[in-house]
């Protein structure tokens, strides 16, 4: 979702050193995990759960969308790693390393594949961990703008081309 | 109230809205998404300092870095004229001023070749809603919009090669490639394909004059050799080595900062994060406009040239292929030099894509005004089309991003400072070249000179490379850091210390904290940061 006309306006105004709320989501298959990421913001140690039972900044229970949220002082840039514990209490480390910060950031979201032990950075929010991507639709929906565009187009030339009324 | 003033109000209303919070951001934030911004507002600050040698003394240092290849000489004019500015305040004004003023240039063009001043604004919509456009705002690359030079050579060389042309329209031809030149070297080239385009049809239709053409020449050249020579003294034509950057071959190179399929569509959500948000969209109105123009505007003397610099743009703009963004499906004209060296200083054809943008802004006006003629009022919802293109499809202002444009405060004080950041082993130098970025845009605010050559084309011709990693060495091995800086007449280092690993992060502290056991901290400016002094230094003569 992009945001609002007034949050990206506002975000600029205050940007000097207003705290922002950065939103994180680890989306996956996977079930029965305890999510945690920790990071080092404005050289203190944070560490944030994320969660899938419907409470906090998590909208909905159980949907294979775990989500936290980290307030931050306007960093630029974050450390920041992805931990989960599986229901054998063994802890993985899904992602790890440094992110740049902008705003208005609304969310971070991560995708877990069942089976694989790295998560990786996605782009645009899947809504639950079956959802595809959104891959290719920015360019499939220019296409069929296009295709409007010209099918309408077209219709001037072939009532300029019919008979007299 | 005039159709000027109204198309000024207009272009001026469109640039703010697509430049979101820039007009309104004041000094207080950095308005774009990617790390060349930083380097934007660095080289507006630096620009009042340069000497008449092209040498800023504040950067690389103690040497100095040498700015002949400097990628735009009108913004380093610019930041030397309004040098009274806040770097970051100016920054933010021109965003919409350089939208606003294209877009009034596309506008007069589009009415100097006949167009009615309602239809004429079709090509004001399709520049300034551009990926290009977008790109340039996003990417931190404002000066490439300050390429009104480029729709004033085509509307220059029209008049030269009219048989009214005279030598006063190619001298201004001639004007216009210089200061095209000038705004960046990519506009410089996009000028030169714009010329040779338009002159090879005006061949092609018995309509080329030599008057007009020895007066463009007689400035062109000039301007062409003095450029050509401060480029090669600046040594840009050494390369930006290839395989150093990721790529497998040079042609991968090109072909990755090329227009293709995809990019030419709207911009997804994965361009602005991981794709520097290179954009060549195309309204897709104006494409369809451009593509019906043989049927709706007759002859061929009102769309050819017109459609030709746009199929001309393409061409050049695809790089060395026609791709989808993963494979190559059709080679084109720019592979047969791919196998040069030089060709590397070409790496983003996707921005020569301003010829297309010339081309189909005026001949969507051309062919609005004529389906109006056919239709009527049928024709009108072709301006929302356009607009709706700018906005939904484009996506701006909604991709503009904003960061804090303060600096930590610990960088107070004075003497030449070291910035030490970790180094990523990625080899397309992304992280490397954001953290030399933010090292520049923290020049620009504390004013102290640092190792970073700021306009170093790469990570390993950065001067603060190989000292890095020679002062790394020392402090993690015990070395004596503290004489190394003396060497290099540094005064303190700034540790950034949250970017590290936490056991190199306590390493590094560790050792610094031998050389200045009381530094400076600060949590402000987006940045934890450490600076650590070397006392003995404020004693040397």
Not at chain 2, 437 to 442: E, K, S
Request: hydrophobic share 50%.
């Amino acid at each position: 979702m992009p945001p609002a006309l007034w949050t990206l306006l506002t975000a600029a105004a205050f940007a000097q050193e207003a705290p922002a709320t950065l939103t994180l989501a680890l989306v996956t298959p996977r079930e029965g995990l305890s999510v945690e990421a920790r990071g080092v913001v404005l050289g203190e140690a944070r560490i944030v759960a994320l969660r899938d039972d419907g409470e906090g900044a998590d909208e909905q229970a159980k949907d294979g969308v775990y989500t936290g949220s980290l307030t931050h002082g306007s960093a630029r840039v974050l450390s920041l790693s992805l931990h989960a514990r599986g229901p054998d209490g063994a802890e993985e480390t899904l992602w790890e390393g440094l992110e740049r910060v902008v705003h208005p950031e609304d969310r971070w979201v991560f995708r877990l594949e069942d089976g694989a032990r790295r998560a990786r950075r996605v782009a645009a929010t899947p809504l639950h961990p079956q959802a595809p991507e959104l891959g290719a639709a920015p360019t499939a929906a220019s296409l069929a703008w296009a295709g409007l565009i010209l099918l309408y187009v077209g219709t001037f030339f072939r009532r300029a081309e019919g008979p007299a009324p | 109230m005039s159709r000027v003033a109204l198309a000024v109000i207009g272009a001026l209303l469109l640039a703010l809205a697509l430049s979101g919070p820039a007009p309104w951001a004041g000094d207080a934030a950095l308005v774009g998404r990617h790390f060349d911004l930083h380097g934007t507002i660095w080289f507006l600050s630096a620009a009042p300092r340069i000497d008449g040698a092209l040498v800023d003394p504040l950067t690389a240092w103690p040497e100095g870095a040498s700015l002949r290849r400097a990628d735009s000489w009108t913004l380093l004019a610019l930041g030397r004229i309004l040098a009274g500015l806040s770097p970051v305040l100016l920054h933010n004004l021109l965003q919409p001023l350089a939208v606003a003023s294209g877009a009034l240039v596309m506008w007069a063009l589009a009415r100097a070749e006949g167009v009615s001043a309602r239809w004429s604004s079709l090509a004001a919509l399709t520049w300034a809603g551009a990926g290009l456009t977008s790109t340039a705002l996003l990417e931190g690359h404002v000066y490439q919009l300050l390429n009104l030079s480029l729709p004033l050579l085509a509307w220059s060389w029209r008049r030269a090669t009219a048989p009214e042309g005279r030598a006063a329209h190619g001298l201004a031809a001639g004007l216009c490639f210089a200061f095209a030149l000038a705004t960046s070297a990519y506009t410089g080239v996009a000028a030169a394909i714009l010329t040779l385009t338009i002159l090879l049809y005006a061949a092609a239709t018995g309509r080329l004059r030599l008057a007009p053409l020895a007066a463009a020449a007689a400035v062109a050249l000039p301007a062409g050799l003095l450029y050509l020579r401060v480029f090669a003294d600046g040594r840009a034509v050494d390369g930006l080595r290839f395989v150093s950057r990721g790529f497998e071959s040079r042609a991968a190179m090109l072909q990755a900062g090329s227009a293709d399929l995809v990019t030419l569509a709207a911009p997804g959500p994965a361009l602005d994060l991981w794709g520097h948000s290179q954009s060549s969209f195309l309204s897709p109105t104006a494409l369809i406009l451009a593509l019906v123009a043989p049927f709706a505007l007759g002859g061929a003397r009102a769309w050819g040239p017109w459609l030709t610099l746009v199929v001309v743009g393409l061409l050049v703009s695809m790089g060395p292929s026609v791709s989808d963004g993963a494979r190559t499906l059709l080679p084109l004209p720019m592979s047969f030099i791919t196998d040069l060296p030089a060709a590397e200083l070409l790496r983003f054809p996707a921005r020569l894509g301003w010829v297309t943008l010339i081309g189909l802004g005026v001949l969507a006006a051309k062919v609005g005004e004529a389906l109006e003629a056919r239709v009527g009022r049928r024709a009108w919802p072709l301006f929302a089309f356009a607009l709706i293109d700018c906005v939904v499809l484009g996506g701006m202002p909604w991709r503009q991003r904003s960061e804090t444009a303060q600096a930590p405060s610990a960088y107070a004080g004075e003497g030449a400072i070291f910035d030490l950041y970790p180094e990523s082993p990625d080899p397309t130098d992304e992280w490397n070249q954001r953290l030399s970025a933010y090292a520049c845009f923290y020049q620009a605010r504390h004013g102290r000179p640092i190792a970073d050559d700021c306009v170093a084309p790469s990570w390993s011709q950065n001067p603060r490379s190989a000292k890095q990693a020679a002062l790394t060495e020392a402090l993690l091995a015990d070395g004596d850091a503290a004489a190394l800086l003396r060497e290099w007449r540094f005064e303190a280092v700034a540790l950034h210390p949250d970017l590290f690993t936490p056991g190199d992060r306590a390493r590094l502290q560790s050792a610094l904290l031998r050389i200045d056991p009381t530094p400076s901290e600060s949590v402000d400016g987006g940045e934890h940061l450490l600076v650590f002094t070397l006392p003995t230094l404020h004693q040397t003569p």
